[in-house]
């Protein structure tokens, strides 16, 4: 299984990025690949939906998620339930160092079904990783500077 921890610190209010990674309902317009979300159910404490994404070359892939989290200790961690993956684990932190920086705890765990997709994704991992990454940063810019 491939994992992956990352620190960064966000010149962003914490309660605010953890709304714009929350609202999963806008990945679309702005993850690359994500080209629908599906909501099943949506309470105080968890959601569980549909990411469809979209590679080039390859064919769409659904990915279905539990995501559980909490709006006070702020908190975001996501289960695995279906799709072309054996498990996918992400967790988010986000950390209040003052009013408007933020300390973010990101880390991913994951693994493919098929040994050759796995190695595939490892390869390329470090700059998807990097480009999911900057895609909520440039987001959080949009919406809060």
């Known amino acids: 299984m491939k994992e992956s921890n990352k620190k960064l610190t966000i010149n962003h209010n914490a309660k605010q990025l953890f709304d714009i990674v929350l609202d999963l309902e806008k990945y679309p317009e702005f993850i690359p ?6 909501i099943y159910s949506k309470n105080t404490k968890e959601i569980y939906a549909d990411m469809y994404v979209f590679y080039k070359f390859i064919l769409p892939q659904k990915f279905g998620s539990h995501v559980i989290f909490d709006k006070k200790k702020l908190f975001i961690n996501t289960i695995y339930i279906e799709g072309p993956l054996k498990d996918l684990k992400t967790n988010w932190k986000f950390d209040q160092i003052n009013k408007s920086k933020t300390k ?3 880390s991913v765990k994951f693994e493919f079904k098929n040994f050759i997709h796995q190695k595939i ?8 990783e990097k480009k999911m990454i900057n895609s909520f940063v440039k987001r959080a810019n949009q919406i809060l500077n």
């Open 33 to 38: 690949w994500c080209k629908n979300m599906k």
């Open 121 to 128: 994704a490892e390869f390329f991992f470090p700059l998807i």
């Open 104 to 106: 973010l705890i990101f």
